[in-house]
Structure formats: structure tokens, C-alpha cells
């Protein structure tokens, strides 16, 4: 699987909760389709693409989960997929044969009927195209799809998947009108046809709107009569300013930990009609070692690192406790996570450091760069960088300085191995620790650290593939990162906490964010 931009932006993607939080009010009860006023969301992100063969960033696909209905899709506050434009769906033969019934009467907002040859078309459109910055490798197990008849659809996969319902529940399985999409070829009008509860009225770098789709065939129920999506591409303070004059009504992405700090701290921010939705994420954030590297290659090195970086310090001064602590590659609140890290490394220990250094021969101090883009994942991100090589330095083992360069100069430098130690976030496509765990190791890996591990790749991750029933991968998702975090082709940094910040008079937020990623547009009530 290659990288693509589903990374995190920042700690703050603003967003995940649950329905246990604090904060804005709840909605009781169901609504009545677009009754409600218009909402102005504003988030930091930008909108990358229309066309669901190309977005696979956060901005992207918060457009694709409105406007466009996949197969299945995750409700509100749970991670397993259930059916959306499908009547059902179900396995067969071992996971490897994937038949779904599309509900009655579906149609595209502009009318015309979508029937089996739209999801084939969708699907295989967005593998034939194959985007670099697109969601094709999420459809990879695809062998072949059949549609016996206008309502059925039938996915022959090359290997048992049974991850498959959460892949095709995200944004990579947005079923267009085939009528309205070329082949071949990308949409560039800035145009989206879809038959999701929300229709794309217009969009420019600066704003996106959205207005409810009278023709919808599905579960959602608006409860305001439309959206106006602000962009601010980067501007934080902007965002921030937005909200405070009353020019957005919820703040979803972009918000500095400073912000909301200041947010939650305030005696007056109920008095200024401002709340904060707070929750957990799936969102992470590694440290990555390219384990070719002549210093970091060797496990020596990486293992002092392990015992010296202080997560606890780095969560509390740079991310202002907006972030928690994060001991393994699968993330709390996941099925299977475990606390690999901590139980191998335990709390910072210099003197078990200086033992690791010693061990594999090295009795001087070990030179290092770190490397970070602000431009990508946030100006805190040097911070926190500046602040780990604080850590190492001060243990008197390491001589560790930190460079910033541009996202795009970052990425190929990742790619032509001029990196030791170098930092990656982590958006999920899905809510299954799989997706924290196959992307990450083999051939063309989205970190490009050249980690391989055999039992990783060839045993444990096609093992866990096959199941169906997901509690029962743990044992196996343990393992891998048990071997993780002995053979150290990364370290864990934090996990996310998301935060929604909204006017007094919204209601609704707590369904719109979750595990899944989904903002649900529908759930949002202005009153």
C-alpha cells in the first residue's frame, strides 16, 4: 500500500466524540428532514477532490460521506458497518465472496436510478484510475464484481478479507452515476454526483455548500436544511477568530491545543455562547525509524530512544494535555489494542538507555537529526521534536538536533532514504485495528521505513484478515505488536483527543464524531 494524505494534520483534527461528553447540548429524538436553519462549519483542513477516485484526505472525504452513499455504512457511535445503499450484504466462501442488495428505488441527486452496474462501475473506475493520491489500494483485494441483476452486486476477492464491509464503508466506496463520471479519466469540474443525504451545491478554495437532497433513499435524517463548510487551508487563528465573532457556528478541524486549552480553562467561554465537545480519537502520531539508516539501524540506538522519550511531558507542555500518551501501534479504544511499549519499556529510564548504547558497543554520544513538517502535521509538531531531542540530549547519550522542511520536500526525502528519525500521524480509514497495522509493514509501506518482519506480513496479518468475527483477532494483533516493539521500526507518541467547539445554540455534535471519522452533516441541529 503506498502513503497517500490520509495523515493527521494536527493532534487537534477538532473532532471525535462520543455521546458520554460534556459540552453541547443533545438532540432527543429524531428530526424532520432539513427542517433546521443552515449550519457554518469551519475547519483548517482544504477540500483536495470532488471525485471520490481522488480524495483520500480528511477534507476530502467529510465531502464523500455527505454527498455520496457507499454499500454500507458505520452508525453513529459504532464501528461496525452496517447496511446504507444496501438492503444487505453477507460473506461467502470464506470471506472471499461478498454479495450486497441494493435498497429499492435509489437515485442519484440528479434523478437518474442507481443500480449494480454503478457500484461496479464505482469501484472499478477508482482501481483502473488508480489516483496516487486516491483511495484504489483500500479496494486491492478486489478480484472481480459481478451484477447478476440491477439490485445485486457480487465481489469476488482474491483473499479472504473480512475487513472488507469497514473498507467499502468509508470514502473509498462512493458510488457514483456512471453516466456522469468518465472511465478513464478524473471529474475536474468540481462537480459531485451523488445519492448520499446531502447534495454539493458549489465549491471554491474558501467555502463549500451543501444543501439537503430531497431524493435520498437511506437512514439519515437532516436536521438542518443545509451546510456551509468554511475552509481557512491552514489558518488557524483565523478559525479560531471565526468562531469567537460569530461568523461559524462549530469549529471542526484546525483548532491549536493553545485554543482550546484557553477554551477550557476560561470562567467565560459558556458566557460567550462558546461550548466544547470532547472525546477520543483514533488519530496517532509515531516517531519513525528508517531501520537502513547507518545510526538508527541500529536497534541499540533505537531501543535508548525508546527508554528516554518522555510522552507524559511531551502531551502536558507541548499539546497542552489535548492528547494522551500512546504505547502501541493500535490505539485505544481499538479492538485488540494492547500497551506493548510501556510493558517493554516501561517509564523513562536513562540508565537503561545508557545499558541498551552499551550493549551494542556504542560508548559515545550518538549524533542525530530529527526531522519534522510543520507545513503537514502543525507547528507544534517542531515543537514537540525540538522537545524529544531536548530529552535525549539531557541524558548525556545523544547529540540530537531537529530540521522543518516543506510537506512535499518531506515526503520525497522519505522516499529516497535520506531520513533516520522522522514523525508520522495517522488518520484511520476505518475503525479496525487492521488498518493500523497492514498499512505500516511490507513492500512499499506507507511510513517507507523499510521495515519488513516475515511473520508480520506473511502470517499474522493475512491470519487476521480472514476473520469475521473481530474480537477474535486479539491474541493475533497482540502479537504483532509485541514484535513491534522489540524490533522498533517505530515508537508511539500520543493518541488524539478531538475537541468540537460550537455556539450554545447547536445540538447534535456528539453523533456526528466518532471512531469512524464520519462527520455526520444530518446530525446537526441549529436552534
Given at each position: 500500500?503506498?502513503?497517500?494524505?490520509?495523515?493527521?494534520?494536527?493532534?487537534?483534527?477538532?473532532?471525535?466524540?462520543?455521546?458520554?461528553?460534556?459540552?453541547?447540548?443533545?438532540?432527543?429524538?429524531?428530526?424532520?428532514?432539513?427542517?433546521?436553519?443552515?449550519?457554518?462549519?469551519?475547519?483548517?483542513?482544504?477540500?483536495?477532490?470532488?471525485?471520490?477516485?481522488?480524495?483520500?484526505?480528511?477534507?476530502?472525504?467529510?465531502?464523500?460521506?455527505?454527498?455520496?452513499?457507499?454499500?454500507?455504512?458505520?452508525?453513529?457511535?459504532?464501528?461496525?458497518?452496517?447496511?446504507?445503499?444496501?438492503?444487505?450484504?453477507?460473506?461467502?466462501?470464506?470471506?472471499?465472496?461478498?454479495?450486497?442488495?441494493?435498497?429499492?428505488?435509489?437515485?442519484?441527486?440528479?434523478?437518474?436510478?442507481?443500480?449494480?452496474?454503478?457500484?461496479?462501475?464505482?469501484?472499478?473506475?477508482?482501481?483502473?484510475?488508480?489516483?496516487?493520491?486516491?483511495?484504489?489500494?483500500?479496494?486491492?483485494?478486489?478480484?472481480?464484481?459481478?451484477?447478476?441483476?440491477?439490485?445485486?452486486?457480487?465481489?469476488?476477492?482474491?483473499?479472504?478479507?473480512?475487513?472488507?464491509?469497514?473498507?467499502?464503508?468509508?470514502?473509498?466506496?462512493?458510488?457514483?452515476?456512471?453516466?456522469?463520471?468518465?472511465?478513464?479519466?478524473?471529474?475536474?469540474?468540481?462537480?459531485?454526483?451523488?445519492?448520499?443525504?446531502?447534495?454539493?451545491?458549489?465549491?471554491?478554495?474558501?467555502?463549500?455548500?451543501?444543501?439537503?437532497?430531497?431524493?435520498?433513499?437511506?437512514?439519515?435524517?437532516?436536521?438542518?436544511?443545509?451546510?456551509?463548510?468554511?475552509?481557512?487551508?491552514?489558518?488557524?487563528?483565523?478559525?479560531?477568530?471565526?468562531?469567537?465573532?460569530?461568523?461559524?457556528?462549530?469549529?471542526?478541524?484546525?483548532?491549536?491545543?493553545?485554543?482550546?486549552?484557553?477554551?477550557?480553562?476560561?470562567?467565560?467561554?459558556?458566557?460567550?455562547?462558546?461550548?466544547?465537545?470532547?472525546?477520543?480519537?483514533?488519530?496517532?502520531?509515531?516517531?519513525?525509524?528508517?531501520?537502513?539508516?547507518?545510526?538508527?539501524?541500529?536497534?541499540?540506538?533505537?531501543?535508548?530512544?525508546?527508554?528516554?522519550?518522555?510522552?507524559?511531558?511531551?502531551?502536558?507542555?507541548?499539546?497542552?494535555?489535548?492528547?494522551?500518551?500512546?504505547?502501541?501501534?493500535?490505539?485505544?479504544?481499538?479492538?485488540?489494542?494492547?500497551t506493548a511499549f510501556f510493558d517493554t519499556y516501561g517509564s523513562p529510564d536513562?540508565?537503561?538507555?545508557?545499558?541498551?548504547?552499551?550493549?551494542?558497543?556504542?560508548?559515545?554520544?550518538?549524533?542525530?537529526?530529527?526531522?519534522?513538517?510543520?507545513?503537514?502535521?502543525?507547528?507544534?509538531?517542531?515543537?514537540?521534536?525540538?522537545?524529544?531531542?531536548?530529552?535525549?540530549?539531557?541524558?548525556?547519550?545523544?547529540?540530537?538536533?531537529?530540521?522543518?522542511?516543506g510537506y512535499e520536500q518531506y515526503e520525497k526525502d522519505i522516499a529516497a532514504?535520506?531520513?533516520?528519525?522522522?514523525?508520522?500521524?495517522?488518520?484511520?480509514?476505518?475503525?479496525?485495528?487492521?488498518?493500523?497495522?497492514?498499512?505500516?509493514?511490507?513492500?512499499?509501506?506507507?511510513?517507507?521505513?523499510?521495515?519488513?518482519?516475515?511473520?508480520?506480513t506473511g502470517t499474522l496479518i493475512p491470519k487476521t484478515a480472514a476473520v469475521?468475527?473481530?474480537?477474535?483477532?486479539?491474541?493475533?494483533?497482540?502479537?504483532?505488536?509485541?514484535?513491534?516493539?522489540?524490533?522498533?521500526?517505530?515508537?508511539?507518541?500520543?493518541?488524539?483527543?478531538?475537541?468540537?467547539?460550537?455556539?450554545?445554540?447547536?445540538?447534535?455534535?456528539?453523533?456526528?464524531?466518532?471512531?469512524?471519522?464520519?462527520?455526520?452533516?444530518?446530525?446537526?441541529?441549529?436552534?
Open positions: 500500500m503506498k502513503a497517500h494524505n490520509k495523515w493527521l494534520t494536527a493532534p487537534l483534527a477538532a473532532g471525535l466524540a462520543t455521546a458520554m461528553l460534556s459540552g453541547c447540548g443533545t438532540e432527543q429524538g429524531g428530526g424532520t428532514g432539513g427542517s433546521g436553519d443552515s449550519v457554518r462549519v469551519g475547519m483548517s483542513d482544504e477540500i483536495l477532490a470532488t471525485d471520490p477516485a481522488a480524495g483520500y484526505d480528511p477534507g476530502s472525504w467529510l465531502l464523500f460521506n455527505n454527498v455520496f452513499q457507499s454499500l454500507l455504512a458505520f452508525p453513529k457511535g459504532g464501528s461496525q458497518p452496517e447496511p446504507d445503499a444496501a438492503d444487505k450484504c453477507g460473506f461467502a466462501a470464506g470471506s472471499k465472496v461478498y454479495t450486497c442488495t441494493l435498497r429499492e428505488g435509489l437515485k442519484f441527486s440528479n434523478g437518474n436510478p442507481l443500480t449494480s452496474e454503478d457500484v461496479k462501475f464505482s469501484f472499478e473506475r477508482s482501481r483502473k484510475i488508480a489516483d496516487p493520491s486516491g483511495p484504489a489500494p483500500l479496494l486491492s483485494s478486489i478480484e472481480s464484481i459481478e451484477t447478476p441483476d440491477a439490485r445485486t452486486v457480487v465481489f469476488k476477492l482474491k483473499v479472504p478479507d473480512a475487513t472488507f464491509p469497514s473498507k467499502i464503508a468509508s470514502g473509498a466506496g462512493s458510488i457514483v452515476d456512471h453516466r456522469e463520471y468518465a472511465d478513464g479519466s478524473l471529474r475536474t469540474d468540481g462537480k459531485a454526483i451523488g445519492s448520499g443525504p446531502y447534495k454539493l451545491d458549489s465549491i471554491s478554495d474558501t467555502e463549500a455548500v451543501f444543501s439537503v437532497n430531497p431524493g435520498y433513499q437511506g437512514d439519515a435524517k437532516p436536521k438542518n436544511n443545509g451546510v456551509t463548510l468554511k475552509l481557512f487551508r491552514g489558518d488557524r487563528a483565523g478559525l479560531s477568530k471565526a468562531l469567537a465573532a460569530n461568523d461559524i457556528d462549530v469549529a471542526y478541524r484546525g483548532l491549536a491545543a493553545e485554543d482550546v486549552a484557553a477554551l477550557e480553562a476560561s470562567e467565560t467561554t459558556a458566557d460567550k455562547g462558546i461550548e466544547i465537545v470532547q472525546g477520543s480519537s483514533a488519530e496517532v502520531q509515531h516517531l519513525v525509524f528508517n531501520v537502513k539508516d547507518p545510526v538508527i539501524g541500529k536497534l541499540g540506538v533505537r531501543k535508548a530512544i525508546a527508554h528516554l522519550v518522555d510522552r507524559d511531558a511531551l502531551v502536558q507542555n507541548v499539546y497542552k494535555s489535548t492528547a494522551t500518551p500512546l504505547y502501541s501501534i493500535v490505539p485505544a479504544g481499538i479492538a485488540g489494542h494492547n536513562p540508565a537503561k538507555a545508557k545499558k541498551a548504547l552499551r550493549s551494542a558497543g556504542i560508548t559515545t554520544k550518538v549524533k542525530l537529526t530529527l526531522w519534522s513538517t510543520a507545513s503537514r502535521f502543525g507547528p507544534a509538531t517542531d515543537q514537540e521534536l525540538k522537545a524529544i531531542a531536548g530529552q535525549l540530549n539531557d541524558s548525556g547519550l545523544f547529540d540530537a538536533d531537529v530540521k522543518s522542511v532514504g535520506k531520513y533516520g528519525v522522522y514523525v508520522k500521524g495517522w488518520v484511520p480509514d476505518y475503525p479496525d485495528a487492521d488498518n493500523f497495522t497492514a498499512p505500516f509493514f511490507g513492500k512499499d509501506n506507507v511510513l517507507g521505513n523499510n521495515y519488513e518482519n516475515a511473520t508480520i469475521a468475527d473481530r474480537s477474535a483477532t486479539a491474541q493475533d494483533f497482540g502479537k504483532v505488536q509485541d514484535i513491534v516493539a522489540d524490533e522498533l521500526p517505530l515508537l508511539p507518541l500520543w493518541q488524539g483527543k478531538q475537541y468540537a467547539v460550537a455556539r450554545d445554540n447547536i445540538t447534535g455534535l456528539e453523533w456526528t464524531l466518532d471512531a469512524s471519522t464520519v462527520f455526520r452533516f444530518w446530525e446537526i441541529k441549529k436552534s
